[in-house]
């Protein structure tokens, strides 16, 4: 058979047996599935603060919106596993996501609920892909502030101190986030070098996820990504040639500030061939690993923010101080009273300091909002400090 029978019968059989590759597997992209749907949202105005309230009714808002089509999506599944309802993280069996909204009506009501009704744009699919989704989603998540601290390692053996200013895959990184949306915000490591600690920046560049968490609060950071970046030189032989090739290697880890949850880490590889000169090599290889891990780093914040931002369920830590063992059965009390409060476990209680933590729909800020001034039996709670993930209060 001549090459040209050959390949004129294997088209027909690709013609022929197309139709059943799909069904046996071979499947198509998936059409993604968009639904518009009006949910209603409501929020306590605390001390008058009506901006406040207003946001935290639009997110509750969106957050229906969002568990509403999900729950469209697996109406066909069973909502009950293990004798345990699943309905309450339906947001989690989806990937969907708000693209827009618009708000169509608002107002305070008389009993000091603040309540939006909103039409909302949900979509099934890649949240990074959608630009206006990513700019609501940080917008969302009050535009968490960013700190990077990488250590680098080019054509040498030893480490490069983390005061001396290569910072190629610091900048790599934060550019790779930046083309993915402007609103990424980012903590320019210069402005806060001098409050850097070198011995705590190096146990946090050699694996100390607590020392990583206590410089991103140095920084004032919200998230601190922190790893480390390395590029050597290997010879390898192609049809009798030796080149000469410069390879690096980029890791990372994201971590939350507050609460020193790790939502993320990854690995980038990166190569460079022919190398005239090798430092130069190297930084080509090393831009290369950074942008290949900034692409892989940037869908696990976008998941974890997503997650946060519409209807995940938040842990929050919360030290209370000048509290007695009765003054906590009365906290926890006042918690159920709390907007989206679900549970709450003491961690620790010593010399009248108590830590909980305590999971919750709306995010820290929220929760100090409605806490702030209630009555707990004969004292009553006064809000120190607030991030997201913590609270710190005093009972007076």
Same mark, same amino acid.
């Given at each position: 058979?001549?090459?040209?029978?050959?390949?004129?019968?294997?088209?027909?059989?690709?013609?022929?047996?197309?139709?059943?590759?799909?069904?046996?597997?071979?499947?198509?992209?998936?059409?993604?599935?968009?639904?518009?749907?009006?949910?209603?949202?409501?929020?306590?105005?605390?001390?008058?603060?009506?901006?406040?309230?207003?946001?935290?009714?639009?997110?509750?808002?969106?957050?229906?919106?969002?568990?509403?089509?999900?729950?469209?999506?697996?109406?066909?599944?069973?909502?009950?596993?293990?004798?345990?309802?699943?309905?309450?993280?339906?947001?989690?069996?989806?990937?969907?996501?708000?693209?827009?909204?618009?708000?169509?009506?608002?107002?305070?009501?008389?009993?000091?609920?603040?309540?939006?009704?909103?039409?909302?744009?949900?979509?099934?699919?890649?949240?990074?892909?959608?630009?206006?989704?990513?700019?609501?989603?940080?917008?969302?998540?009050?535009?968490?502030?960013?700190?990077?601290?990488?250590?680098?390692?080019?054509?040498?053996?030893?480490?490069?101190?983390?005061?001396?200013?290569?910072?190629?895959?610091?900048?790599?990184?934060?550019?790779?986030?930046?083309?993915?949306?402007?609103?990424?915000?980012?903590?320019?490591?210069?402005?806060?070098?001098?409050?850097?600690?070198?011995?705590?920046?190096? $146990? +946090? =560049?050699? !694996?100390?996820?607590?020392?990583?968490? &206590?410089?991103?609060?140095?920084?004032? /950071?919200?998230?601190? %990504?922190?790893?480390?970046?390395?590029?050597?030189?290997?010879?390898?032989?192609?049809?009798?040639?030796?080149?000469?090739?410069?390879?690096?290697?980029?890791?990372?880890?994201?971590?939350?500030?507050?609460?020193?949850?790790?939502?993320?880490?990854?690995?980038?590889?990166?190569?460079?061939?022919?190398?005239?000169?090798?430092?130069?090599?190297?930084?080509?290889?090393?831009?290369?690993?950074?942008?290949?891990?900034?692409?892989?780093?940037?869908?696990?914040?976008?998941?974890?923010?997503?997650?946060?931002?519409?209807?995940?369920?938040?842990?929050?830590?919360?030290?209370?101080?000048?509290?007695?063992?009765?003054?906590?059965?009365?906290?926890? $009390? +006042? =918690?159920? !009273?709390?907007?989206?409060?679900?549970? &709450?476990?003491?961690?620790?209680?010593? /010399?009248?300091?108590? %830590?909980?933590?305590?999971?919750?729909?709306?995010?820290?800020?929220?929760?100090?909002?409605?806490?702030?001034?209630?009555?707990?039996?004969?004292?009553?709670?006064?809000?120190?400090?607030?991030?997201?993930?913590?609270?710190?209060?005093?009972?007076?």
């Amino acid at each position: 058979m001549s090459i040209r029978s050959f390949a004129g019968l294997l088209l027909v059989l690709l013609f022929h047996f197309a139709p059943l590759l799909y069904a046996q597997g071979v499947s198509r992209p998936a059409p993604q599935v968009t639904e518009t749907v009006q949910t209603d949202g409501m929020a306590p105005v605390v001390a008058e603060n009506v901006v406040n309230a207003r946001d935290n009714a639009i997110q509750d808002a969106l957050r229906k919106a969002v568990e509403q089509v999900a729950g469209t999506m697996i109406a066909s599944e069973t909502l009950v596993q293990n004798s345990q309802l699943l309905s309450d993280n339906i947001w989690s069996k989806s990937s969907g996501f708000v693209e827009r909204y618009a708000l169509v009506k608002e107002g305070r009501s008389a009993d000091g609920m603040y309540t939006v009704s909103v039409s909302a744009l949900v979509k099934k699919g890649p949240l990074e892909e959608s630009i206006a989704a990513l700019h609501l989603l940080i917008e969302q998540m009050r535009s968490p502030r960013i700190a990077v601290l990488m250590r680098e390692r080019n054509m040498t053996d030893s480490w490069a101190d983390v005061s001396v200013d290569l910072n190629i895959a610091e900048t790599v990184l934060r550019n790779r986030f930046l083309e993915k949306s402007d609103r990424f915000k980012f903590i320019d490591r210069s402005t806060a070098k001098a409050r850097l600690d070198r011995s705590r920046a190096l $146990a +946090a =560049l050699g !694996g100390d996820d607590a020392a990583a968490q &206590a410089i991103g609060q140095l920084y004032d /950071a919200d998230i601190v %990504v922190v790893g480390e970046a390395y590029a050597n030189t290997s010879v390898v032989e192609t049809f009798g040639t030796r080149v000469e090739s410069a390879q690096a290697t980029a890791t990372a880890r994201m971590i939350w500030c507050d609460t020193g949850d790790i939502i993320g880490s990854d690995i980038g590889k990166g190569a460079f061939a022919p190398v005239v000169e090798k430092v130069a090599g190297g930084r080509n290889a090393l831009e290369k690993a950074s942008a290949q891990l900034g692409s892989k780093l940037i869908p696990r914040i976008i998941e974890d923010w997503r997650k946060k931002a519409i209807g995940g369920d938040r842990q929050i830590a919360v030290t209370i101080r000048n509290a007695t063992l009765s003054d906590l059965k009365n906290f926890v $009390a +006042a =918690l159920q !009273g709390v907007t989206g409060f679900k549970n &709450a476990h003491r961690r620790e209680f010593t /010399a009248g300091v108590a %830590v909980y933590e305590i999971t919750c729909k709306n995010d820290g800020n929220a929760v100090a909002e409605e806490l702030d001034g209630k009555a707990v039996g004969a004292k009553k709670v006064g809000v120190v400090s607030v991030t997201p993930g913590s609270i710190e209060i005093r009972l007076e």
